[in-house]
């Protein structure tokens, strides 16, 4: 495969965002491929004519669009007609009626983002705005640093796409992350390097070669899609915010974006203001946002990933402080669970929910578990709890968890037999048994 070099920059032609705007010292700029402030170096954000949306944005308009997250197009940052639309969005919002009863709360809801097309993760919304933007602004070869999932859907739609793709990973991942990456044909370089490794390496690519990195000089429009979560649970839930939310924390830009669709949908007029608590996970052996969160700190300390969820192993979050700010103002909470706690949550959300979820999506639950129990979830209130990615992706998590087939011949009586030791082990402990 031939790897592009720069690209033509083109100015955005008119669309609902106005810009970038630096979140630490205001400073605006063009929507171009830049991510970083050149005078304090903050982080970019889109920035958007609210006051235009309010006009003639809808839910009415919204309910008309297409059964993906280009029904929220008015609120994402692109200004084409060539939308990469892969199907991406619109995925369950089921209420976990017998998960919450074994948690002890009433209105529990499991954003079920492990079945988003097209590689069941949440990463398939961000990816897809973020590429409909770089072929906008010239690029043809795309790429990213990836933990797994990000690397799946930069390769997938990049292939829809028709777009070049070279994609960066630590070398130690998941085998089903590393083959749901390559199937897709691109050029994978697996670092031997953390995640946090790769990032400051593939920083270097993009200012060398010029490609177009989702989540580096692509990042305000990239993050932009995690919005669509937001807007998804307002619309499923009847145009009404929750009441608490819980998901996973990485970089925080997923947990700060949803926080943001929910500002922006209130802004406009699209549901009734109402206050949310935010509450975020993170596994213990990648933990900075909850240790900032647990001493009371405003500022986050790396640290060294050590754990199963390496989905959300992020040990310098880039959006972290935001996450920790908005925890605390909205009186929600941030918690870490052990490794065995993650696995437990996947098999608790498995077995009540039939839905089966990687390691982000067990620490999620695991949390959610651990608030419900320490009193932190009000049992009357509507709760959020997203699950961000599919269990087949990390199947090495759970092995050794989840008991063995029990093996028998083609007869009754080796059924029979086999059943009556099932009943005698019970049913979460049965082993492998020939009989």
Sequence with gaps: MTLATHPTQTR??????????????????????IHVCELCFGPLEVTYDYAHLSKVVTRQTIEAGPKSIWRYRSFLPVATDNLIDVGTGFTPLLKANRLARRLGIKNLYIKNDAVNMPTLSFKD??????????????????????????????AAIAAHAGLDCCV???????????????????????VHGNYDQVNRLCSEVANTHGWGFVNINLRPYYSEGSKTLGYEVIEQLGWQLPDHIVAPLASGSLFTKIYKGFQEFTKVGLVEEKAVRFSGAQA???????????EDRDFITPV?????????????????????????????????????????????LA????????????????????????????????????ITGNGLKTQEAVQGYIGEPLTIEPKLESFERALERA???????????TV
Excluded: H
Excluded at 128 to 139: D, K, N, P, Y
Excluded at 284 to 294: E, K, L, T, V, W
């Design 304 to 348: 060294k990933p050590n754990t199963i969820a390496k989905s959300i192993a992020i040990g310098n979050p880039a959006d972290g402080v935001y996450a920790l700010d908005i925890a605390r103002k909205t009186n929600g909470n941030i918690e870490s669970v052990s490794d065995p706690e993650v696995v437990e949550g996947i098999k608790l």
């Design 351 to 386: 077995e009540t929910e039939g839905i089966f979820t990687e390691t982000a999506g067990g620490t999620t639950i695991a949390v959610l578990k651990k608030l419900a129990e320490a009193g932190k979830i009000n049992p009357d209130e509507t709760t959020v709890a997203y």
């Design 423 to 433: 009943q005698t082990l019970g049913r979460l402990e049965w082993q492998q048994v």
């Design 168 to 190: 960066f990973i630590p070398s130690d991942l998941e085998a089903g992350k590393v083959l749901g990456t390559l199937i897709y044909g691109p050029t994978v370089m697996a």
């Design 125 to 154: 919304r961000v990816v897809s705005v973020a590429l409909t933007r770089a072929r906008e602004l010239g690029f043809t070869t795309v790429s990213c640093a990836s933990t797994g999932n990000l690397a799946n859907s930069t």
């Design 284 to 294: 213990d052996g990648c933990s900075p946002i909850a240790q900032a969160y647990r």
């Design 12 to 33: 955005s032609t008119a669309a609902a965002f106005s810009g970038l705007k630096c979140k630490e010292c205001g400073a605006e700029y063009e929507a171009k491929a």
